[in-house]
C-alpha cells in the first residue's frame, strides 16, 4: 500500500503539547509563498518520479481544515494532475472541532474527502483549555453533528491521555463520549 501524506503548517495557535513543524504566522502574502512552493514541490516529485499511483492521502498537519476552501481545492487539484489514485482510494482530511462550517465541509465531499481525522483530544472544557485548544466541547458536538449531516461517517477521533491535570474520570468520559458518538477508529496519544 503507499500513502502519500502532505503536511499543512497552519494552525491558528500553538498548542501546549504540540511538537509538530507549525506556524501560527499570519503575514500578508505568507500563505501563498507557501503554496507556490508547495505547487513547486509537486512537479519536481513527478518530474523525478513520474505519475506514481497512490492508496491513500493524507492532509495532516498542523491544521488542513485551517485552510480556506479555495486553498484546499487548488492543492487536491495539483495532486490530481500530478499524481493518480486507485478507484476507491481513502483520502483523510484532519480537522479540528470548530475550524469547518457547511460550506467548507460540502468542497471537501465535492473534492473527494471520504474520511475525517477529527482532532477532539478530550471532552472537558477544562483540559482543552490547559492545553491550549482553540475549541470547547460544544464545538466538538457541533462540528461532529455538522459533518455526520453532510455524511461523513468515517470518522477518526484522536484522544490525548497523560495530561498534567487529567484524571481517571475524565479519560474513561472522553472514551464514553467516543463510543456514544459512534467514532470509525480512535487514535490515543499519550502525552
Known amino acids: 500500500m503507499r500513502g502519500l501524506y502532505v503536511h499543512i503548517p497552519f494552525c491558528l495557535k500553538k498548542c501546549h503539547y504540540c511538537n509538530f513543524v507549525?506556524?501560527?504566522?499570519?503575514?500578508?502574502?505568507?500563505?501563498?509563498?507557501f503554496f507556490r512552493a508547495l505547487f513547486k514541490e509537486i512537479g519536481h516529485a513527478r518530474e523525478k518520479y513520474g505519475r506514481v499511483c497512490f492508496d491513500t492521502r493524507y492532509l495532516w498537519g498542523g491544521t488542513p481544515s485551517a485552510l480556506t476552501a479555495e486553498e484546499m481545492g487548488a492543492l487536491v487539484e495539483a495532486?490530481?494532475?500530478?499524481?493518480?489514485?486507485?478507484?476507491?482510494?481513502?483520502?483523510?482530511?484532519?480537522?479540528?472541532?470548530?475550524?469547518?462550517?457547511?460550506?467548507?465541509?460540502?468542497?471537501?465531499?465535492?473534492?473527494?474527502?471520504?474520511?475525517?481525522?477529527?482532532g477532539v483530544q478530550a471532552f472537558q472544557d477544562s483540559l482543552l483549555q490547559d492545553m491550549g485548544r482553540p475549541h470547547t466541547?460544544?464545538?466538538?458536538?457541533?462540528?461532529?453533528?455538522?459533518?455526520?449531516?453532510?455524511?461523513?461517517?468515517?470518522?477518526?477521533?484522536?484522544?490525548?491521555?497523560?495530561l498534567p491535570s487529567q484524571t481517571v474520570e475524565h479519560f474513561e468520559e472522553s472514551l464514553r463520549q467516543t463510543i456514544e458518538l459512534e467514532a470509525a477508529q480512535l487514535s490515543l496519544y499519550d502525552l
Open 22 to 33: 507549525i506556524t501560527t504566522k499570519r503575514a500578508e502574502g505568507f500563505r501563498e509563498r
Open 79 to 118: 495532486l490530481r494532475r500530478n499524481f493518480d489514485f486507485t478507484a476507491g482510494y481513502e483520502f483523510t482530511c484532519e480537522v479540528n472541532p470548530g475550524d469547518v462550517d457547511r460550506a467548507k465541509l460540502e468542497t471537501y465531499r465535492s473534492l473527494g474527502i471520504n474520511r475525517i481525522s477529527f
Open 137 to 162: 466541547v460544544g464545538d466538538t458536538l457541533a462540528t461532529w453533528k455538522l459533518l455526520r449531516e453532510l455524511g461523513f461517517d468515517n470518522i477518526s477521533f484522536d484522544l490525548i491521555n497523560g
